[in-house]
């Protein structure tokens, strides 16, 4: 059923124009045009149909935190927009502690930490804890692996961060190799029977990351 809640005469505006956007108090904003498109008689412009205005909708959705960029690796900064910030006590990263400064009462800048994964953040101040409305992806890294080269079968220890939940390893054009996830800062892989000498991939949830040296297969 449709409900009207509001008619914009001409005196506030024509008819809502643009986009509604949601503040992270989980208010809704949208502006009124003072031109009515439709050539309503009388001509168009502000002050004939009226000058527009700002207008809020509220559905009782609660407040939130958004944040930018969307993925950053460990170590990244990220900028957490909000409110209510001052005396923030945490922040995390899908449940993984960082450290964090509080800017102002809206805003805040956080370390990704080591061992976050990616989901929601959430920031927890002294009206509760606020969790984000969109995932944060953490997006992997490679520093180094070992040895460097050798033939199909060989155990390949690879090195970096933002590994947890790793779904595919990856040896130059498209072989998969087997693997274990040892720790958010390492993975074993085997090199597989088809492999050819170049990159080494590793997919996680967080996107993918190649390794900026080559893996030789010998012979």
């Given at each position: 059923m449709?409900t009207?809640?509001?008619?914009?005469?001409g005196?506030d505006?024509?008819?809502?124009?643009?986009?509604?956007?949601?503040a992270?108090?989980?208010?809704?904003?949208?502006?009124?045009?003072?031109?009515n498109?439709?050539g309503?008689p009388?001509?168009?412009?502000?002050?004939?149909?009226?000058?527009g205005?700002?207008?809020?909708?509220?559905?009782?959705?609660?407040p939130?935190?958004?944040f930018?960029?969307?993925?950053?690796p460990?170590?990244?900064?990220?900028?957490?927009?909000?409110?209510?910030?001052?005396?923030?006590?945490?922040?995390?990263?899908?449940?993984t502690?960082?450290?964090?400064?509080?800017?102002?009462?809206t805003?805040?800048?956080?370390?990704?930490?080591?061992?976050?994964t990616t989901g929601?953040?959430?920031?927890?101040?002294?009206g509760?804890?606020?969790?984000s409305?969109?995932?944060?992806?953490?997006?992997?890294?490679?520093?180094?692996?070992?040895?460097?080269?050798?033939?199909?079968?060989t155990?390949?220890?690879?090195?970096?961060?933002?590994?947890?939940?790793?779904?595919?390893?990856?040896f130059?054009?498209?072989?998969?190799?087997?693997?274990?996830?040892d720790?958010?800062?390492?993975?074993?892989?085997?090199?597989?029977?088809?492999?050819?000498?170049?990159a080494?991939?590793?997919?996680?949830?967080?996107?993918?990351?190649?390794?900026?040296?080559?893996f030789?297969?010998?012979?």
């Amino acid at each position: 059923m449709l409900t009207t809640l509001h008619n914009f005469d001409g005196t506030d505006g024509v008819h809502p124009y643009g986009s509604l956007l949601q503040a992270t108090n989980g208010t809704f904003y949208g502006t009124t045009s003072y031109c009515n498109l439709f050539g309503t008689p009388g001509g168009c412009g502000c002050p004939t149909l009226g000058c527009g205005t700002v207008f809020s909708l509220s559905t009782d959705l609660g407040p939130f935190v958004t944040f930018l960029p969307a993925a950053r690796p460990v170590g990244g900064v990220v900028e957490i927009l909000g409110q209510g910030f001052t005396g923030a006590t945490a922040v995390s990263f899908n449940g993984t502690a960082a450290t964090f400064t509080v800017e102002s009462d809206t805003y805040l800048t956080a370390t990704v930490p080591a061992g976050a994964t990616t989901g929601s953040i959430t920031v927890t101040e002294p009206g509760g804890t606020l969790t984000s409305n969109k995932i944060f992806y953490v997006t992997p890294q490679i520093f180094s692996f070992s040895p460097t080269s050798g033939p199909a079968g060989t155990t390949v220890v690879i090195s970096g961060n933002g590994f947890l939940g790793t779904t595919r390893v990856v040896f130059a054009c498209g072989n998969a190799a087997t693997f274990t996830v040892d720790s958010d800062t390492q993975i074993t892989a085997t090199v597989p029977a088809s492999a050819l000498t170049g990159a080494i991939n590793v997919v996680t949830p967080g996107g993918h990351v190649g390794s900026t040296t080559g893996f030789t297969v010998t012979r």
